[in-house]
């Protein structure tokens, strides 16, 4: 089974604070990993994605992510968090070799606090 | 470039109607995905479409079914509709050769 976690259901920070969602993975081969955002009433908008190549992945409005293999993890940081990035956030994780079906977790809320 | 359209954007139907969704991939793209989400929850794969037919199923019942065009458009049927169907349903496309999925805005569906 391949599945990811989303340990907070939500996520308040002080603007210009920084910002850590977490996301675990389960895979027993080398996942692809990803991180979307959806804003209200929107559709998903994606922010960065791990495909086996550099650990360390950047990604749009200043986010960034680190897979770390020995902790099943790829959590997604910000160094200051902007009003703007008040949304909703979902890890995701890419079954291999079976095509291109993706696993959601069940997202963070990130609540920003002027 | 227009990215992933799907249309309409809301629907409201009653319990035991059908409901067609429709969705446009991204320009270049040949692969269409469809998911649920349901309210406070990350979205649920339904099935997947290239080349004109159903590569992949999640663990939806037959009452969902789908269909993709020569012009890689696609859509999502539903039918004999339960509350429990009410929820943002959402398409992404793909190449099928790529591991990177472009969603659509949703189609926001109640059931009354």
């Known amino acids: 089974a391949q599945s990811v976690t989303q340990l907070d259901s939500q996520v308040p920070v002080f603007e210009e604070a920084p910002v850590e969602l977490r996301c675990n993975y389960s895979s027993s081969v080398p996942p692809y990993l990803f991180w979307y955002v959806q804003y209200p009433n929107q559709g998903l908008q994606l922010l960065l994605k791990y495909t086996s190549a550099a650990t360390l992945v950047k990604g749009i409005n200043g986010f960034e992510a680190e897979f770390k293999k020995s902790e099943t993890s790829f959590h997604l940081t910000k160094p200051s968090a902007h009003m703007s990035d008040a949304a909703e956030y979902f890890c995701a994780v890419r079954k291999p070799n079976t095509g291109n079906q993706f696993y959601f977790g069940t997202g963070t809320s990130l609540t920003v606090i002027p | 470039d227009a990215g992933v359209t799907q249309s309409p954007t809301h629907l409201i139907k009653t319990r035991g109607q059908q409901v067609t969704l429709r969705c446009s991939p991204k320009s270049g793209h040949d692969t269409v995905s469809w998911y649920q989400q349901a309210l406070g929850q990350g979205p649920q794969f339904i099935f997947q479409y290239y080349e004109e037919e159903e590569r992949q199923r999640g663990n939806f019942p037959d009452r969902f079914s789908g269909h993709q065009f020569p012009n890689y458009s696609s859509e999502l049927n539903v039918n004999a509709l339960l509350l429990g169907d009410s929820a943002l349903y959402l398409c992404?496309?793909?190449?099928?050769?790529?591991?990177?999925?472009?969603f659509g805005p949703g189609t926001r569906l109640l059931v009354l």
């Open positions: 992404a496309s793909s190449l099928v050769t790529g591991e990177t999925q472009y």
